[in-house]
């Protein structure tokens, strides 16, 4: 079995860069931007946690709170290198980063939101719930996150 590990972003700062380029990769977006919002990685949420192979970066996803659901969180920006995929990275990944929520952030449910990636999360155990709202503040009207939620709750494979 290949040596992996899933670590929070912010303890290992040497990786920031590496993520940075990954993520830009998929989805294109000022450096700058990109690595302000990497940065804001804490113990809480929001938490950026990194796949490593080795000691190379083969996948990241962050972990953001959602205002108005305290044991939840939804996940984001889920991405596994091109050269990587179809091999069980992005499940190794996400699987560790189901226990991270449970074990580290004593959180029971997990909510993204996808559009074409449906399969990959249904394989997971995930399945359609509700839209959500993800933003809390009454300053600006609610934001749902879409028709294509997904929600599941620990325990429940
Ligand atoms: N459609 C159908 N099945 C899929 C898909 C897909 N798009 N992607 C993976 N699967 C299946 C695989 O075939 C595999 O099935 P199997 O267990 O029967 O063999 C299973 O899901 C697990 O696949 P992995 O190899 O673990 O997935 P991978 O390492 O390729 O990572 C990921 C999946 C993260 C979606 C990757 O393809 C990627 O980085 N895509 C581009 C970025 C992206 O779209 N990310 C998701 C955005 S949504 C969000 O962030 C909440």
Redesign the pocket.
């Known amino acids: 079995m290949m040596d992996f590990s899933v670590l929070p972003l912010h303890k290992h700062p040497e990786y920031l860069q590496d993520c940075c380029e990954l993520i830009n990769s998929?989805w294109k977006r000022s450096h700058t931007a990109r690595m302000q919002s990497l940065q804001g990685s804490c113990d809480q949420l929001p938490v950026s946690l990194i796949l490593l192979k080795g000691e190379a970066l083969v996948?990241h996803?962050k972990l953001c709170p959602i205002p108005s659901i305290k044991s939840g969180c939804f996940?984001?920006?889920?991405?596994?290198n091109r050269a990587?995929?179809?091999?069980?990275?992005?499940?190794?990944?996400m699987q560790r980063a189901e226990v991270y929520c449970k074990d580290k952030l004593n959180l029971s449910v997990i909510y993204?939101?996808?559009q074409?990636?449906e399969?990959?999360y249904r394989?997971l155990g995930y399945s359609e719930c509700s839209p959500i709202s993800i933003y809390g503040s009454f300053s600006t009207p609610p934001i749902e996150n879409g028709p294509n939620s997904m929600g599941r709750t620990k325990g429940s494979r």
């Open positions: 998929e996948g996803l996940v984001q920006s889920v991405v596994v990587d995929r179809g091999k069980g990275f992005g499940s190794v990944l993204l939101s996808t074409g990636q399969e990959f394989k």
